[in-house]
Nanobody
Framework: QLQLVESGGGLVQPGGSLRLSCAAS????????IGWFRQAPGKEREGVSC????????NYADSVKGRFTIFRDNAKNTVYLQMNSLKPEDTAVYYC????????????????WGQGTQVTVSS
């Protein structure tokens, strides 16, 4: 069974950092593009970042450019989202998603989804 599991969320003060992990089970991530999405209360889910299967191509939403970094360790079958300089507006449930196609920042480009991890940025 193909499964993605996010972890690493939590409560952090503004300006702080968190590293989210997206671990795959039941399949290897080597051939999959990965996207990170988030959904804040009362808002639609939005694309945050994405990585090609090799990790050689990445993309970011304007709102997180320069603060977030997506990287992957295929040997560990895990993709990470390093989040620095966090702001209260980054508060959301963060999801990772996978596709065998060329993924981007749109939800409909992905076939497999994790259950999400909560990130709360507050003083």
């Amino acid at each position: 069974q193909l499964q993605l599991v996010e972890s690493g969320g939590g409560l952090v003060q503004p300006g702080g950092s968190l590293r989210l992990s997206c671990a795959a089970s039941g399949f290897t991530l080597d051939y999959y593009a990965i996207g990170w999405f988030r959904q804040a209360p009362g808002k639609e889910r939005e694309g945050v970042s994405c990585s090609s299967s090799s990790g050689g191509s990445t993309n970011y939403a304007d709102s997180v450019k320069g603060r977030f970094t997506i990287f992957r360790d295929n040997a560990k079958n895990t993709v990470y989202l390093q989040m620095n300089s966090l702001k209260p507006e980054d508060t959301a449930v963060y999801y990772c998603a996978a596709t065998l196609d060329r993924g981007g920042l749109r939800e409909d480009e992905y076939d497999y989804w994790g259950q999400g991890t909560q990130v709360t940025v507050s003083s």
